[in-house]
């Protein structure tokens, strides 16, 4: 079999770095990105090509360089949506640049990659995109909402192309990490940032504080095993190792942790609807049976 060719996105550090390295070590070819390409020597020097790429581009910039990308091998196999990071502060304190750039990059940035490599997946008539969404998506977290909101959107994003893109061949799943041992939460990376307004009222004990502060708290004692985690990604989006002879999911949980919180959140909704059932579903007309 020929060797794949991938595209990723955000591989300064972390998921992506090091989903880059296994992947060539795998014997398929990479086109890492990041902002700045000076972060990408090491996966350049590993024999990936490497490209400066700011998702917030916008849609016309996205298309130069899917076609650059493109150009490269002459085709795309599998597009990994990996760049992002966490905005921080309770809702009401994060101002609407905040709040819009937080989605920028979580969701309209992907939105844009999706639709500049599109057209290449669609006349192949094939290829593979996985899209990065958090364990985050399933549960609002007080101090991590609008963080949490972004990566609710990129899980039903997900879901709606996996429907709108199967008959063309092309296959799509969300990846929901739970915490893995990353420099997402590490602040000198720039993957978390905190709103620069500040109400008093939210000072002190509060929960949007506690949420904040267990991102510290946790930071460098994430349970996840990136190294461990990327081997699944790989075997997953490439149906080979632990995921032969399976179908590319539509969610991928990844990690024990993202497993327990996501059961546990479905088992909580289950209850929830049974417990309302008797008063929020007779409201149909009358003559519909």
């Not at 849609?59 to 990996?82: C, E, M, P, S, W």
């Not at 969610?251 to 996501?262: T, V």
Request: aromatic share 8%; glycine share 10%.
């Amino acid at each position: 079999m020929a060797p794949r060719v991938w595209f990723i996105t955000g591989c300064s550090t972390g998921f992506g770095r090091e989903l880059a390295l296994q992947v060539l070590q795998r014997g398929d070819k990479v086109i890492a990105t990041a902002r700045k390409v000076s972060s990408l020597e090491e996966l350049e020097a590993a024999g990936a090509k490497v490209l400066a790429v700011d998702v917030t581009a916008g849609l016309d910039a996205l298309k130069k360089i899917a076609a650059t990308a493109h150009g490269f091998y002459g085709r795309i196999d599998i597009l990994v949506n990996n760049a992002g990071y966490v905005a921080s502060g309770s809702l009401e304190e994060m101002t609407p640049e905040e709040s819009f750039s937080q989605f920028n990059t979580n969701v309209f940035g992907l939105l844009n990659v999706n639709r500049a490599f599109l057209p290449y997946f669609r006349a192949q008539r094939s290829g593979i995109i996985a899209n990065v969404s958090s364990i985050g998506g399933w549960a609002g977290s007080p101090g991590v909402g609008m963080y949490c909101a972004s990566k609710w959107a990129v899980s039903g994003i997900s879901e709606t192309m996996t429907g709108e893109l199967a008959e063309f061949g092309i296959k799509v799943t969300c990846i929901e990490p739970g915490y893995f041992r990353s420099n997402l939460l590490t602040e000198s990376n720039r993957s978390v940032t905190d709103s620069k307004s500040v109400i008093s009222d939210y000072e002190g004990d509060t929960a949007a504080r506690r949420g904040v502060k267990l991102l510290e708290d946790v930071n460098r004692k994430q349970p996840g095993d990136v190294v461990k985690g990327c081997r699944v990604i790989i075997d997953v989006l490439t149906q080979s190792g632990s995921a032969e002879g399976r179908e590319i999911p539509v969610r991928l949980a990844l990690g024990a942790d993202a497993y327990g919180a996501i059961k546990g959140k479905c088992e909580e909704t289950i209850k929830l609807l049974d417990e309302w059932k008797d008063v929020t579903t007779p409201t149909n007309h009358d003559d519909v049976a």
